[in-house]
């Protein structure tokens, strides 16, 4: 019997200072929606390490033990545990998840040639009170055994490991080592079971068929025993959405995306500015490679705060502009050493010694602070903003304000369906809405109409003239911009004019019959329009069809899926031709963003026209085989969200860090010009930009780590501003301290960036082999550096990365690394740019959608209903559910659903009458509809695009693309199932570590 003592906890870093405002995100997720009560993190103890010998399609091995990290003696506590309560009186859980496979004595070591699955009898431990002779039953991948279990002789006073009840207050031998959250049960005094055997259909071994046929029966290993992402969210919640989230402790991880909790910046950026994979930085670049944990922080500088949360203060320091370091240029920051009575600071980034201006002046208290620390944001807050001075801009002059150009495709195909009429009707209105600067009555916005087809037509709409004038382009080789004055104009100048054209553009265009278009040339009249303005700006697109006409930047169709699954699949993701590059690059440079709105029939080549959207810091939208009717709300609503938000333009920014880590590596919507500066023609509060660091020297455990990120940009009113956020990590010695640290949510979604980045220049299969190789890596280290030793049946996780092998099970399976039969390659290459700048809210749900059931909560509560697992054992066909990913939302009903449920949300009296595919629930008198509408419209509110509404009925032909969102199941295209996974991944580990 192993019993190991667990290490002393590590002190927390730093002391609380004053409180900020701060404010409550939209939260979801839930707990399991099953009426059974939570089971323990259960025992198993059969063939998971080698019930399936050959690796589920799409994995493969992972490289025998070259790979395997080093030996490290180092032993710590790894966090708090939530799990393996094995007796009654337990005061402390051991933080480890467990799988274990038990070996009995005499049995060959899983794993060794001569011990075939087959020879282990399925031993099957259990907590709670002894069955008398039950029929016990668990599962794993379809495969079961079931047979009546003799109550166990109850064992010495341990409380587990047996089917006799905990005899009085135990000690908690829940987890063999410190530090890892444990599912499974512990090694423990053999149980006298009769043994079983396991159906040779099931696992592949040549002795299989020599058993006799009485014995040959299956095994099923219980889902509740492997970590649920439900109850993990769930528990977050409960232990940490109750408290405000103070920053002023060095390398504190901050609650889960999913958790809804206040910010109270005491020194640090809040989290919803900048997350990292880890919080604790391994102090030397061994290390690091060893445990192999990518160091990045997802970083999303104009992130949105809610009204509870105030805006980062804006600091004028006059003329003289901005404090910072002259060595590194860091800029002052609570961070920074204040020394010699105040006249000199010490840059906490790179040591040198700085003079401190009269100006800023001041003397330092008892404890060597300034006594005006706490009046300045940048010497007390994480984040704060500086106005900038006339040095921080283009040619030495301060920014005109910036302007949209609102361009519109004219063609037969947007015609047709009744976009055009839709669009103009919209921007009438929409142009109320501008984004303004604070309090401005009016925004300084000025706007621009272009529409176009093979030739573009530039329209005057000066606030003098009585009618717009229209001006035709027609050498679109060789563009420009016929008119200056009268194209960008104030909107509330000229706004009957405006008016006239939106409601004449429309009929001009009625009956044409031209079906080519241009593109690349309409960027460009974009881009020589602000250029010749001496302003920033964006353009809006609305493109419907493959540029085919002659023009720069013609694209041909090259759809083909034949190349899926092969060496040449890369190619579906790469632009066809380098023109849009250099285009982007020139719209980067003049501060020119583009935001596109697709609406194809068929094939447009979206990882072609993508590239300037993405490389300028802008948005795609895509509304595949366009109606009004049934799209407009999405549409409209997208719309409206993409020209109202708050955007920076003409941005640069570039993070700095202290001395042994830099960043090397940078993934988002961005172009980059030199190896440290992100360059944005536009940044709005959606979008994050992820940085990957490296060491260059050692850490120093006591100093630990800083990042400072810096935003230079123009806001909507004009106005050159300088965003600073500050984040203070701790160093570690112990990997334990790392492993206890990491954020799983951050670390996948970076992984997915990672890989989504790799699909340009790799075959995708090799992207997945070196996902899953990477994730075994990460476990095996943690597994043979930070765990006691034990049983090489058991799966050891660390208890916050449990989840990893779930989530990035969920990433592989995604449609860009494993698509479906019915998943275009434009919609493959739209999915991927989408991610790369995705936050970590976005990408946790994206990945493992939420599947909420309407029925079981009481119809008076306004709360959530609580989730359940993504799984169609979760679903139960009398209920009705919500599943959304932050992009789709289907509602799913059950076929024996009550007829009073159907009556309250459809108004019809039978489930057969329920009309599939409907987009829009009818508004209903009654509380389930209005509790139903509700929910809808607030899931829609906590998303940055509009989710629409698809309802799917059980049984029907719609269910296979609902099914395809039950990521915890085996897809259709291939993807392991959740048990499938992790038994794979288990048997990656124990071949590292062999």
């Known amino acids: 019997m192993n019993v190991n003592q667990s290490a002393p906890p590590v002190p927390p870093f730093g002391q609380p200072q004053p409180i900020y405002p701060g404010y409550h995100q939209s939260s979801y997720g839930g707990q399991p929606g099953s009426t059974a009560p939570p089971t323990p993190y259960g025992a198993y103890n059969g063939p998971v390490p080698g019930y399936q010998q050959t690796p589920p399609q799409g994995m493969s091995r992972a490289p025998p033990s070259s790979g395997a990290p080093p030996a490290s003696t180092a032993q710590a506590p790894c966090g708090p545990a939530t799990y393996g309560q094995f007796g009654q009186g337990d005061v402390q859980n051991g933080p480890s998840s467990t799988v274990q496979v038990q070996r009995l004595p005499g049995s060959q070591p899983f794993g060794s040639p001569l011990a075939p699955v087959v020879s282990q009898p399925a031993v099957l431990q259990s907590y709670g009170p002894p069955p008398t002779s039950a029929q016990v039953t668990t599962q794993l991948a379809g495969m079961q055994i079931s047979g009546a279990v003799a109550p166990a002789p109850p064992t010495s006073g341990m409380g587990y490991g047996s089917f006799g009840p ?254 055009v009429r839709l669009l103009c009707e919209e921007l009438k209105s929409l142009l109320d809405f501008l984004p303004r600067e604070g309090g401005a009555e009016e925004s300084a916005i000025r706007v621009g109409f272009v529409t176009y087809n093979k030739v573009l037509h530039f329209y005057n709409v000066k606030s003098s003239l009585a009618q717009p004038q229209m001006m035709v382009v027609s050498d679109v080789a060789d563009m420009f911009v016929p008119l200056l004055d009268g194209f960008l104009v104030n909107v509330i100048e000229s706004r009957a004019v405006i008016t006239s054209l939106l409601d004449q553009i429309p009929e001009m265009f009625a009956d044409t019959r031209e079906t080519e278009t241009v593109f690349a040339p309409v960027i460009q009249a974009g881009m020589e329009a602000l250029k010749a303005a001496e302003c920033a700006g964006k353009l809006f697109l609305f493109h419907t069809s493959l540029p085919m006409a002659e023009a720069p930047g013609k694209l041909k169709n090259r759809d083909d899926r034949k190349l899926i699954n092969t060496d040449k699949e890369k190619t579906l993701f790469q632009p066809q031709t380098g023109a849009y590059q250099t285009l982007a690059k020139e719209c980067v440079a003049q501060g020119c963003c583009v935001d596109l709105f697709l609406f194809p029939n068929q094939y447009v080549d979206v990882a072609t026209l993508s590239v300037v959207p993405q490389l300028t810091g802008g948005s795609v939208y895509k509304y595949a085989c366009f109606q009004v009717e049934n799209d407009q709300e999405r549409f409209l609503s997208d719309l409206r969200r993409d020209v109202q938000k708050v955007v920076g333009f003409d941005a640069v920014m570039r993070v700095r860090t202290s001395t042994g880590i830099r960043a090397v590596d940078f993934f988002g919507a961005f172009y980059m010009s030199n190896t440290t500066d992100v360059e944005l023609a536009g940044l709005d509060g959606d979008k994050t930009v992820t940085v990957e660091f490296k060491h260059d020297d050692r850490l120093n455990e006591e100093s630990g780590a800083l990042l400072q990120c810096a935003l230079l940009y123009t806001s909507c009113a004009g106005q050159r501003r300088l965003r600073i956020h500050n984040l203070a990590l701790n160093c570690c010695t112990q990997l334990a301290d790392m492993y206890r640290n990491c954020e799983t949510d951050t670390l996948i979604n970076y992984m997915a960036k990672f890989a989504y980045r790799a699909v340009l220049n790799s075959p995708v299969k090799a992207v997945r082999d070196t996902l899953i190789t990477q994730c075994a890596q990460i476990l095996a280290c943690y597994r043979k550096n930070c765990a006691s030793p034990s049983s090489a049946g058991q799966l050891i996780l660390p208890e916050c990365m449990k989840l990893l092998p779930v989530y990035l099970n969920c990433v592989l399976k995604s449609d860009v690394l494993q698509p479906g039969a019915e998943v275009t390659t434009d919609d493959r290459a739209y999915v991927r740019q989408l991610v790369t700048s995705m936050d970590v809210a976005e990408t946790n749900v994206f990945f493992y959608p939420r599947l909420l059931p309407l029925t079981k909560s009481p119809i008076e509560s306004t709360t959530e209903p609580p989730a359940v697992r993504a799984s169609e054992e979760r679903l139960s066909n009398g209920d009705v559910y919500l599943l959304e990913n932050g992009l789709n939302l289907f509602l799913w009903v059950g076929a024996s659903v009550q007829q009073g449920v159907v009556q309250s949300l459809f108004s019809v009296s039978s489930f057969s009458q329920i009309t599939s595919g409907l987009s829009v629930l009818p508004i209903l008198d009654n509380p389930l509809s209005k509790k139903v509408r509700d929910l809808i419209d607030s899931l829609r509110a906590q998303r940055s695009r509009y989710m629409k509404l698809i309802v799917v009925k059980q049984e029907d032909k719609l269910e296979m693309l609902f099914k395809h969102f039950l990521v915890e199941d085996k897809s259709l295209s291939g993807g392991a199932s959740y048990v499938d996974f992790l038994c794979h991944m288990h048997k990656e580990i124990r071949q590292l570590l062999s």
């Open 166 to 419: 905990a005899r009085g207050p135990q000690p908690n031998y829940g987890s063999p080592y410190p530090g890892a959250a444990t599912f499974g049960s512990q090694p423990g005094p053999p149980q006298p079971l009769p043994p079983k055997r396991l159906d040779p259909d099931a696992i592949p071994s040549p002795q299989l068929n020599e058993l006799p046929p009485q014995q040959k029966t299956r095994h099923r290993i219980d889902p509740d025993a492997i970590p649920s992402p439900i109850q993990v969210i769930e528990d977050d919640r409960n232990n940490r959405g109750t408290e405000p989230f103070v920053t002023g402790v060095r390398g504190q991880v901050p609650p889960l995306v999913t958790t809804n909790f206040l910010v109270k910046d005491q020194g640090n950026a809040s989290p919803r500015y900048i997350r990292c994979t880890s919080y604790n930085i391994p102090c030397t670049s061994d290390m690091a490679k060893q445990a192999q944990v990518p160091l990045a922080a997802v970083i999303k500088p104009l992130a949105r705060l809610p009204p509870e949360e105030a805006s980062p203060y804006v600091v004028d320091h006059g003329e003289s502009g901005p404090l910072r370091c002259n060595r590194c240029k860091a800029y002052m920051c609570p961070f920074m050493q204040f020394i010699e009575g105040g006249r000199r600071f010490q840059c906490c980034f790179c040591s040198c010694i700085n003079d401190v201006p009269p100006q800023y002046f001041q003397h330092l208290d008892h404890t060597g602070k300034r006594v005006d620390a706490y009046d300045r944001p940048e010497l007390s807050l994480g984040s704060y903003e500086f106005l900038a001075t006339v040095d921080y801009c283009k040619n030495n002059k301060f920014p005109s304000p910036p302007a949209f150009i609102f361009m519109i495709d004219v063609s037969y195909n947007a015609i047709r369906t009744g976009l």
